[in-house]
T-cell receptor, first 113, second 116 residues
Framework: GDSVTQMEGPVTLSEEAFLTINCTYT??????LFWYVQYPGEGLQLLLK?????DKGSNKGFEATYRKETTSFHLEKGSVQVSDSAVYFC????????????FGKGITLSVRP | GAGVSQSPSNKVTEKGKDVELRCDPI?????LYWYRQRLGQGLEFLIY????????KSGLPSDRFSAERTGESVSTLTIQRTQQEDSAVYLC??????????????FGPGTRLLVL
């Protein structure tokens, strides 16, 4: 079945550091890929998405590129801020699966001033 | 505009009791999903409603779990004879529907269920 694997956390960075959060997936078809974020005390919200191979999703300075050859969708940001502290979830939606999302376990990012 | 709302925000119950969780989707969204997030785990899909079609119940973990949706509005998730392993955050999401896997799902704040 479909699955999403995220790197183990938590991750703690200093402000303005470079961020990479790894995500790889297993799917039988051509899924859409998503990053969702949950800020402290808030609900889960979409950060960015990519719907086909080589697409790059971007939002709020974050980027992720859909790499079919490596089945990856790593999240990157060049300079993190304290306000980026949150839990980040990688997810996929598989063709013919009623658009349900399959999520990774999530990773907690803490950014210190 | 209003987002997805869920109630109650927290629920503590005793093992063996039934609980009912409510979700109000974004107005106009025909698709509705329930997910469960247990401590330290990712979200698990439970059930999917799309318009008047038969729901996809493939994620329900046991026959103690059931869900209903009235038309394209409110949905309720019912857990009968609760067990301690049912303790989790139950999240509802809605989307416009009809756009397949490219759609963005909008999540509610969740109901945190604790079974003692």
């Amino acid at each position: 079945g479909d699955s999403v694997t995220q790197m183990e956390g938590p991750v703690t960075l200093s402000e303005e550091a470079f961020l990479t959060i790894n995500c790889t997936y297993t799917a039988t078809g051509y899924p859409s890929l998503f990053w969702y974020v949950q800020y402290p005390g808030e609900g889960l919200q979409l950060l960015l998405k990519a719907t086909k191979a080589d697409d790059k999703g971007s939002n709020k300075g974050f980027e992720a590129t859909y790499r079919k050859e490596t089945t990856s969708f790593h999240l990157e940001k060049g300079s993190v801020q304290v306000s980026d502290s949150a839990v980040y979830f990688c997810a996929l939606s598989e063709t013919g699966a009623n658009s349900k999302l399959t999520f990774g376990k999530g990773i907690t990012l803490s950014v210190r001033p | 505009g209003a987002g997805v709302s869920q109630s109650p925000s927290n629920k503590v119950t005793e093992k063996g009791k039934d609980v009912e969780l409510r979700c109000d989707p974004i107005s106009g969204h025909t698709a509705l999903y329930w997910y469960r997030q247990r401590l330290g785990q990712g979200l698990e899909f439970l059930i999917y409603f799309q318009g008047n079609s038969a729901p996809d119940k493939s994620g329900l973990p046991s026959d103690r779990f059931s869900a209903e949706r009235t038309g394209e509005s409110v949905s309720t998730l019912t857990i009968q004879r609760t067990q301690q392993e049912d303790s989790a955050v139950y999240l509802c999401a809605s989307s416009l529907g009809g756009q397949g896997i490219r759609e963005t799902q909008y999540f509610g704040p969740g109901t945190r269920l604790l079974v003692l």
